[in-house]
T-cell receptor, first 112, second 113 residues
């Protein structure tokens, strides 16, 4: 059974810092991995999707990497801004499972 | 550009009452999903529909029923609500037959007293 872990559960950094959020998964036979953002009281917004054949994806100040062999993905946020404050979740789709398994998320606070 | 629309946004029920959560997407997506989100438990899949006319159980289907009314609409029904079903419910859709990039609605906050 696929298990997805995100550590730390919460992170607070000053504005302007570059930061890395971590996601680990137990079954390396993944189809894809997605990173989402969730603002308080809102739904999830897809940020990046990495297919199993890819090593990384970039969108603006965000870069997500994938290392299937070690069961890890990282989300790199460059030059953080207060508007980046949100909960970030990763989710993994495993071959044959036909559904995403979500991590618990990392609650990120960027202090002005 | 509505995306995924859920109704109602908030609902309070008494134990034993029934209700239906409605979800509609305007992106011509094949797959639709219902998740619940609880503190400390994360997001868990209740039911999903890979295509019009098909539905399958997810991780936590007990106490729920679903209907894929057409390609646009996927409803979630609680026949006899229990306090354990107090949660925030999210509908999502994807273009792919199974998973792919997911688009979420804003959520429906349900309280069962």
């Amino acid at each position: 059974k696929q298990e997805v872990t995100q550590i730390p559960a919460a992170l607070s950094v000053p504005e302007g810092e570059n930061l890395v959020l971590n996601c680990s998964f137990t079954d390396s036979a993944i189809y894809n991995l997605q990173w989402f953002r969730q603002d308080p009281g809102k739904g999830l917004t897809s940020l990046l999707l990495i297919q199993s054949s890819q090593r990384e994806q970039t969108s603006g100040r965000l870069n997500a990497s994938l290392d299937k062999s070690s069961g890890r993905s990282t989300l790199y946020i460059a030059a953080s801004q207060p508007g980046d404050s949100a909960t970030y979740l990763c989710a993994v789709d495993t071959w044959g499972a036909q559904k995403l398994v979500f991590g618990q998320g990392t609650r990120l606070t960027i202090n002005p | 550009n509505a995306g995924v629309t859920q109704t109602p946004k908030f609902q309070v029920l008494k134990t034993g009452q029934s209700m239906t959560l409605q979800c509609a997407q305007d992106m011509n997506h094949n797959s639709m999903y219902w998740y619940r989100q609880d503190p400390g438990m994360g997001l868990r899949l209740i039911y999903y529909s890979a295509s019009e006319g098909t539905t399958d159980k997810g991780e936590v289907p007990n106490g729920y029923n679903v209907s894929r009314l057409n390609k646009r609409e996927f409803s979630l029904r609680l026949e006899s609500a229990a306090p354990s079903q107090t949660s925030v419910y999210f509908c999502a859709s994807s273009a792919a037959t199974y998973t792919g990039e997911l688009f979420f609605g804003e959520g429906s906050r349900l309280t069962v007293l």
